[in-house]
């Protein structure tokens, strides 16, 4: 287990949405305003209504109102191929949870190939070493589940 200095390091530097370090070929960080700031400017200086998002995943979230809050998700809900980086919905969700999910993931377009190279080549480095200790803390419990 990680100290928990790199587990909060960890959390400043990792995407909300993609879940992996936040690196050039995901775009620099940025803060996302989770419920837009279209619809409710009254929110836009919220601390509880930001993520650390990647330029990437804030730019396809855009002002979409039907992903999942990163900050609410919770273990078992996505399922993670490791070797080969694909996501999808966990085996039993109730419908409307199934449907969120995968809201999510068809519109951040979590699953594409650049995403599952990305999550592959992270967890071969996971394997080579500790490199999801400091990079990736979501990843690190779902590769302790597998």
């Not at 400017?41 to 919220?46: F, G, H, K, N, V």
């Not at 002002?63 to 919905?89: C, T």
């Not at 650049?114 to 990843?139: S, W």
Request: hydrophobic content about 35%; overall charge neutral; charged content about 25%.
């Amino acid at each position: 287990m990680c100290p928990s200095s790199l587990n909060l390091q960890a959390l400043t530097t990792a995407c909300a949405y993609l879940c992996v370090h936040i690196e050039r070929v995901t775009g620099g960080a940025t803060v996302d305003h989770f419920i837009a700031k279209s619809p409710r400017p009254d929110l836009t200086y919220e601390w509880d209504n930001y993520r650390l998002a990647c330029s990437v995943m804030n730019s396809r979230k855009g002002s979409f109102n039907k992903v999942l809050d990163p900050f609410q998700v919770q273990d078992g809900w996505f399922r993670l191929e490791l070797v080969s980086g694909a996501i999808d919905p966990a085996p039993g969700l109730d419908p409307t949870l199934h449907q969120q999910v995968d809201d999510t993931i068809a519109q951040l377009k979590l699953d594409d190939t650049g995403n599952r190279h990305k999550r592959a080549t992270d967890f071969q480095g996971f394997v080579e070493g500790d490199y999801f200790c400091q990079a990736t803390p979501r990843f690190r419990r779902a590769s302790s589940r597998s």
